[in-house]
């Protein structure tokens, strides 16, 4: 049982190159959601997905896309990377009023 | 929308002394408040959690409490232990789930 997986691990990118970070979960959960942390600012919410086929902003969205591909899989992607967006971001899934599972995170570097 | 504020940023405490973290909420129809442990480059763990439902939470160690009324709640760990040592983050939720900016618990010697 994997839990959480994300992919890529690490990453560098020159400003202005886009990429896709991907996110799948075995845990047939209802809800997914992207978060970045940066140091001394908590983890701070992206995109959500409260259920398949929905997506709404969370508190820092601008320079994001997302998609709800399925139930298992939540992809982020950065159209045109920018070194703010250096981070590290870290997608979690859950059901109702139940603990988020985190995956273990992938470690942005944007140059 | 949700806003969370988690005091202190930095805590420490002698091995086998109490710690004590704050939160407070902003959006009153929050109705579930986890607590995490994150420990150097690895990913939130989940320590214990609280229902609106409900007043007090403990597991060994760990407490929780929970003030609708105020909208704040605190984590409480007795007896602390070195591997105590690592950031603790609150989060409310009414569906996304916020976090506050953590606290970075030191256990001294």
């Known amino acids: 049982n994997a839990g959480v997986t994300q992919t890529p691990k690490f990453q560098v990118l020159k400003t202005g190159q886009s990429m896709t970070l991907q996110c799948a979960q075995d845990m047939n959960h209802n809800s997914m959601y992207w978060y970045r942390q940066d140091p001394g600012m908590g983890l701070r919410l992206i995109y959500y997905s409260a259920s398949e086929g929905t997506t709404d902003k969370g508190e820092v969205p601008n320079g994001y896309n997302v998609s709800r591909l399925n139930k298992r899989e939540f992809s982020l992607r950065l159209e045109s990377a920018a070194p703010s967006q250096t981070s590290v971001y870290f997608c979690?899934?859950?059901?109702?009023?139940?603990?988020?599972?985190f995956g273990n995170g992938t470690r942005l570097t944007v140059t | 929308g949700e806003n969370v504020e988690q005091h202190p940023s930095t805590l420490s405490v002698q091995e086998g002394d109490s710690a004590v973290i704050k939160c407070t909420y902003s959006?009153?129809?929050?109705?579930?408040f986890p607590w995490y442990k994150q420990e150097l480059g690895k990913r939130p763990q989940l320590i214990i959690d609280?229902?609106?439902?409900?007043g007090e939470k403990k597991d060994q160690r760990i407490a929780v409490t929970l003030n609708k009324t105020a909208k704040h709640f605190s984590l409480h760990i007795t007896e602390t232990q070195p591997e105590d040592s690592a950031v603790y983050f609150c989060?409310?939720?009414?569906?996304?789930?916020?976090f506050g900016k953590g606290t970075r618990l030191h256990i001294l010697p």
């Open positions: 989060a409310a939720s009414r569906g996304k789930i916020i």
């Open positions: 959006d009153s129809a929050s109705n579930y």
């Open positions: 979690a899934s859950r059901e109702w009023n139940s603990p988020l599972h």
């Open positions: 609280i229902r609106s439902n409900v």
